[in-house]
């Protein structure tokens, strides 16, 4: 019953948030006035540079599909920075929005979505998973469960600025499993923001895969170079 009523309730949040935002609106990123019930104009759309093709993430003889909905630059860059740092959930819907979109045009297929965790402590500081948020999100409209028993057992360094053998020492060993026979058999699609080495994606898939799921596929909002 608990997890009903929490599921109604944010059901309520998201049609109040769809109401206040609706109807004519300025662009979030370059202001400019728009009447097409977007918040975000056609001109600044027309600037996102989206990735074409998929590929693979591999490594030590294992490899996993990745998606990607844009390359990390410019208006993606900053809507991304907007909803992992600054709480600014429109420019997350934004997001979401496109990754759905490529969800439905590629025809993924899946029958979980887990995203990628963080520590207790950094979801404190924070006050929220940014990834969570668009693995709800695609879970909302696409009718699939997201699972939370992916864990991040250990603080890590901030991947900003580290190089590429560095990104993937330091996400070595931080990540666990917690409840594993939902998963068992299961096709999954893991959420994050941002992939660059693909170290986290890599080492989170990996302990997914290690505990009985059959396949996993990464969709993030956008690919990135170290």
């Given at each position: ?56 993430l591999c490594r030590n003889e294992e490899k996993y599909l990745v998606w990607s909905v844009f390359y990390y630059s410019n208006i993606v860059k900053e809507l991304i920075i907007r909803l992992k740092y600054k709480s600014d959930f429109i420019c997350g819907e934004i997001l979401a929005k496109y990754m759905l979109e490529l969800i439905k ?122």
């Amino acid at each position: 019953m608990g997890k009903r009523i929490i599921k109604y309730i944010k059901n309520i949040l998201y049609c109040l948030v769809q109401l206040i935002y609706s109807g004519d609106e300025h662009c979030v990123i370059c202001n400019e006035y728009t009447e097409e019930s977007e918040a975000l104009c056609l001109q600044c759309r027309r600037k996102l540079r989206h990735c074409t093709e998929n590929f693979y993430l591999c490594r030590n003889e294992e490899k996993y599909l990745v998606w990607s909905v844009f390359y990390y630059s410019n208006i993606v860059k900053e809507l991304i920075i907007r909803l992992k740092y600054k709480s600014d959930f429109i420019c997350g819907e934004i997001l979401a929005k496109y990754m759905l979109e490529l969800i439905k045009n590629k025809k993924i297929q899946f029958d979980l979505i887990a995203y990628v965790p963080m520590t207790k402590k950094a979801l404190k500081n924070r006050g929220y998973n940014q990834s969570e948020y668009l693995a709800s999100y695609l879970s909302r409209f696409l009718n699939v469960p997201v699972i939370c028993n992916l864990i991040k057992t250990l603080d890590t360094k901030d991947q900003i600025g580290l190089g590429s053998e560095e990104r993937w020492s330091n996400m070595e060993k931080c990540f666990n499993i917690e409840q594993n026979a939902f998963i068992k058999n299961k096709n999954i699609l893991l959420v994050d923001d941002v992939i660059t080495t693909g170290a986290t994606t890599f080492h989170c898939a990996r302990r997914l895969k290690e505990n009985g799921v059959n396949d996993v596929c990464i969709l993030t909002i956008a690919k990135s170079k170290v």
